[in-house]
Structures are given as C-alpha cells and as structure tokens.
C-alpha cells in the first residue's frame, strides 16, 4: 500500500462522481449522516477559502476509484452545486459564486495497491476518533442489498428531509441511523398491506417495531414495486412537512420530536386526501397547542391537570411511547382534534375536543372560543383565538 498525494477542484470531483468513475459508498462506509447545519458549516467554510482535511481516495487497478474518507462532504459539495441545500438570510453565511465554488481545490491523498482488508483497517484507524459505528450501521454488513435497506438509506438522504432540520444533535440528526426511518416505512408498508387485504392489523398493532423491521422487513425484502409505492407516499408526506415548515419552522416546536413527528407523519399518511386549505388549518391548530400558558407552561404538558386531553397526549409521548397503546392513543388524539366531524352540540360524542374547548374556555375566555366548519370539519376556530 502506497500513498500520492494531490490536488484537485471541487469541479472535477463532481466530474468523477457524475461518471461514476468514483464509488462515494463503498459497503464498509456509513450512510449519509450530516445534519443540515453540518452542511452549512462546510458551505460556509468553503466560502471563506479555508481548507479542508484531506479527502483519501482508493485507486484501484481497473482505473475506478472508492472514497475511503470524505463522502460526508464530497455529497454536501454535490447537493450545493445541484441547489438542493437552502442558504438563507438567517445563516449569516456569504456565499461565494458558482466559479469560485466549483475552483475551490481539495487535497486528497490518492491509496494505491491496497487490498481490501488494508483499506477497512485505514477506514478503521481514520474514523476511530470519530462517531462510532452503531448498530444500525452494521446492518449495512448484512441488507445493503436488500431493497428495503436502499430505500431506507436513500430516503434519509432525501434534501426535503435534512432541510426540515429537525434533529440537531448528532445521535438524533441520524435517526440511529435509519432505524426512525425504517419504522416510517414500515407503517406505510404495513398501511399498505391492511388496504390491499382489507384488513385492520395496522402498524400501530405490532408490539416492537425494531424486532419487526428486523425479522420481516430486512429478512422478506419488499419487491421493485413496493419499493416504487413506498417512495412516493414517502415522498408526498415530506412535501405536506416542507409547506407547514413554510409557515413556521418544524423543528421549533415539539413536533420535532420522535413521537410527535412519528405520530403526524402516520396522520398525513391516513389521511392523504386532505385539501391544501384543511392541512394549512390544521398546521395553524398544531402551532396553537404548541404555545405555552398564562403560566408559562406548555399547554401539551403531563402535568396538565387542568386539561385530561392534552395531559393524556403528553403523557403518551413520554411513558412507553413506543408501545401499541400509546401510539394508538396519540393517533387517535390527533384524529379527533384534527377531523372532527361532529357538531358542537353533539360534541359530547368527541371527549378530546371538548376538554380541549373547555380548558380553552378558562384561558383565553369563552368568547374566544368556537368551532368554525372548514370543509367536511368542525375544528376549534384558530383565527378567532388569535384575533
């Protein structure tokens, strides 16, 4: 094994990558974990001018090449030159132009007659002071090449999902590394199977969902085609998540949290005929129960005395969240809050709302308080709380 050190341009990295003379993600890599602040900072730096760690790249004899160290921000560079990350006034970063992005030189170090096992031992001594592989990064070794893994993979990648940056910290912004996304697909895979064979089993029903993805999804492996379905109700719930963080940024609310967001995604998904005018109302409702009190403190609390709804809601985000019941519970909660079809003087039959209208009644008086009918629904009148 020999070493050649090197320098070449951003420009003629994205040459490399786009003719797939350059492997970004050989099997012993990680996936793509950089949160969008992460990616940012990079941007950022490069901007500057400021250098760069070296980038190690494998030559192999057949003239193709395999990033050994680097893919985090080798497909950062490629994401900013495809205008895939947002760089807004509230970053404070200055830009610089395409030419100038594009000409920014990369030192690389260039590994020449290595073999397999000397390059997994020089990954292994590059990363060992960094993150850890974890588990879900060592199911890489065994499903890379199951379909299910590739659309887990390539869906925590998805732009639209890094840019709603919802989870900062590192061990969140990896959702353990695919596993959060994994059990999202495996609702909607679930949801679709239920529909197909008019059954009610429902993702909610199964009692661990990691065992589940662990024995039926990785070890059965979804077809071409479920892979295609899987990706569009994917996709399509992220684009309803891109329009509310619009409106107001996700990941300034609870609702960026595991539970929340895990509990939304499976109401957008049940719920995929809504207009754009019921979703922009309803994101107006989450906002609302997401403020605080007179007191201070969040109205979505477990220690909400003064409202069973909310409390119980609270309650089943924190105390075995990840149990049947609990997401069933939470589902439902939304259900009735969201899609209320039931007129106020019959709201008996709706418990949930009608705690939520009498708490609401005592905080922000009852002349604020009322229903108001959008389409096929009567939810609580957002616009008159907040006039």
Not at 148 to 158: G, K, P, R, T, V
Not at 203 to 214: A, H, V
Not at 337 to 362: A, C, G, M, R
Request: aromatic share 12%; hydrophobic share 35%.
């Amino acid at each position: 094994m020999n070493f050649i050190n090197s320098t070449i341009t951003i420009l003629e990295l994205l040459d490399l990558a786009i003719s797939e003379k350059i492997n970004l993600s050989p099997s012993y890599q990680r996936g793509f974990i950089w949160s969008l602040k992460d990616q940012k900072d990079l941007i950022s730096t490069i901007s500057k001018g400021y250098p760069l760690p070296n980038l190690f790249i494998r030559v192999m004899n057949n003239g193709k090449m395999e990033m050994i160290d680097g893919q985090q921000r080798s497909r950062t560079m490629i994401k900013f030159n495809n205008n895939e990350i947002k760089i807004t006034p509230k970053d404070n970063i200055t830009v610089c132009n395409s030419e100038t992005f594009q000409n920014y030189p990369l030192q690389v170090c260039y590994v020449h007659n290595a073999s397999d096992d000397e390059i997994r031992e020089l990954y292994y001594y590059i990363n060992k002071k960094g993150i850890n592989l974890n588990d879900s990064e060592r199911q890489k070794a065994y499903y890379n090449e199951t379909l299910f893994f590739q659309l887990a993979e390539e869906l925590s990648n998805n732009q639209l999902l890094i840019n709603l940056d919802l989870f900062s910290d590192k061990s969140i912004s990896r959702f353990n590394d695919r596993e959060f996304i994994q059990e999202l697909i495996g609702y909607l895979y679930m949801y679709n199977e239920d529909k197909s064979k008019k059954a009610n089993k429902g993702f909610e029903g199964i009692r661990d969902k990691k065992i589940y993805i662990e024995k039926e999804m990785f070890q059965n492996d979804i077809t071409a085609e479920e892979s295609s379905l899987l990706r569009t109700s994917f996709i399509k719930i992220l684009e309803i998540f891109t329009k509310w963080n619009e409106t107001y940024p996700i990941n300034e609310t609870r609702y960026k949290q595991k539970s929340d967001f895990y509990t939304m995604f499976c109401f957008l998904n049940n719920n995929n005929d809504l207009s754009d005018d019921l979703l922009k109302f309803q994101y107006d409702l989450l906002l609302l129960l997401n403020r605080k009190d007179k007191n201070g403190d969040q109205f979505i609390r477990p220690t909400n005395q003064d409202c069973e709804a909310l409390k119980n809601y609270a309650i089943n985000c924190v105390s075995q969240s990840n149990s049947k019941k609990a997401r069933e519970e939470r589902l439902s909660f939304w259900q009735s809050i969201l899609l209320n079809n039931i007129e106020i003087d019959k709201l008996q039959e709706n418990t949930s709302l009608l705690s939520l209208l009498s708490y609401f009644s005592e905080e922000f008086n009852e002349d604020k308080i009322d229903l108001v009918k959008i389409e096929d629904y009567y939810l609580l009148d957002v616009n008159l709380l907040n006039s």
